[in-house]
Nanobody, 126 residues
Framework: QVQLVESGGDLVQPGASLRLSCQFTGGTFKNYIMGWFRQAPGKNREFVATTSWTGGRKQHQDSVRGRFTISRDNAKNSVHLQMNNLKPDDTAVYYC???????????????????WGQGTRVIVSS
């Protein structure tokens, strides 16, 4: 049974950095597309970033491109989200998502993913 456990969320000031991590267990990690999504209070869950099986292909939402970077470590079965220059609008619960697949499209949609973590909260406030 695949399980995803996020960590790294915190309360930080605008301009700060955070690194979120997601530990994957219960499957063959290198077979999975991995993604990060977030849900702000009162809003729908939205795509943040995704990475291919080896990390060679990455995609980031326009509002975070240049500030956030997704990466994965297949030796440690983990995926990370480095977040720099955080803004109050980045405040949300961040979720890790996974799907075992050979598909090469739709990675930026929540419906694509079959496994989700419980989320880690990020609050950006002065």
């Amino acid at each position: 049974q695949v399980q995803l456990v996020e960590s790294g969320g915190d309360l930080v000031q605008p301009g700060a950095s955070l690194r979120l991590s997601c530990q994957f267990t219960g499957g063959t990690f290198k077979n999975y597309i991995m993604g990060w999504f977030r849900q702000a209070p009162g809003k729908n869950r939205e795509f943040v970033a995704t990475t291919s099986w080896t990390g060679g292909r990455k995609q980031h939402q326009d509002s975070v491109r240049g500030r956030f970077t997704i990466s994965r470590d297949n030796a440690k079965n983990s995926v990370h989200l480095q977040m720099n220059n955080l803004k109050p609008d980045d405040t949300a619960v961040y979720y890790c998502a996974a799907r075992e697949t050979t598909r090469t499209s739709d990675w930026d949609t929540s419906a694509f993913y079959t496994h989700w973590g419980q989320g880690t909260r990020v609050i950006v406030s002065s």
